[in-house]
């Protein structure tokens, strides 16, 4: 299963497990109990948060797979990175490229694209959440750029 399938299945069932949720909540909260209107409350908040979290994941994945097409079309993706059979990027390949992938990536302090390969390159090698920093940056890079040039 590839990860946009991955991410559509778990959207449906939190999406079910909110509905559950809420009307488990309504129910507590309509027994007039404070002990249970306070547990209906909580039931409701808890479930926004998750809704709130997936939407923050959902705007995520489609904001780096839209620049990952970019880069694509462009020809510009990372060429010195061999794929595994799984798909992931060799580790120890990315480790190897990863002190001239950071070094670009600050010389370039406003280059979307520098950021995004080192995103790349961290999730190449295991660290996910500066892979995740890294793309975010290159999204902010990318909004801003988008911006200035009235697109």
Same mark, same amino acid.
């Given at each position: 299963?590839?990860?946009?399938?991955?991410?559509?299945?778990?959207?449906?069932?939190?999406?079910?497990?909110?509905?559950?949720?809420?009307?488990?909540?309504?129910?507590?909260?309509?027994?007039?109990?404070p002990?249970?209107?306070?547990?209906?409350?909580?039931?409701?908040?808890?479930?926004?948060?998750?809704?709130?979290?997936?939407?923050?994941?959902?705007?995520?994945?489609?904001?780096?797979?839209?620049?990952a097409?970019?880069?694509?079309?462009?020809?510009?993706?990372?060429?010195?990175?061999?794929?595994l059979?799984? /798909?992931?990027?060799? %580790? @120890?390949? $990315?480790?190897?490229?990863?002190?001239?992938?950071?070094?670009?990536? *600050? #010389?370039?302090?406003?280059n979307?694209r520098?950021?995004?390969?080192?995103?790349?390159?961290?999730?190449?090698? /295991?660290?996910?959440? %500066? @892979?995740? $920093?890294?793309?975010?940056?290159?999204?902010?890079?990318?909004?801003a *750029? #988008?911006?200035?040039?009235?697109?």
């Amino acid at each position: 299963m590839n990860a946009r399938a991955g991410a559509i299945a778990m959207a449906v069932v939190l999406v079910l497990y909110l509905v559950l949720v809420g009307q488990r909540a309504v129910q507590f909260v309509l027994t007039g109990e404070p002990i249970a209107v306070a547990i209906g409350v909580a039931l409701i908040v808890l479930p926004l948060v998750g809704v709130w979290g997936l939407a923050k994941e959902l705007q995520f994945g489609v904001k780096s797979g839209r620049l990952a097409t970019e880069l694509d079309d462009a020809g510009e993706m990372p060429d010195d990175l061999p794929v595994l059979p799984s /798909g992931r990027i060799d %580790r @120890a390949a $990315a480790d190897a490229a990863f002190p001239a992938y950071r070094a670009r990536a *600050e #010389t370039e302090p406003e280059n979307w694209r520098a950021w995004f390969r080192l995103g790349l390159v961290y999730r190449g090698a /295991g660290d996910s959440r %500066r @892979a995740r $920093a890294a793309v975010r940056r290159a999204i902010r890079l990318h909004d801003a *750029e #988008t911006k200035r040039a009235g697109r």
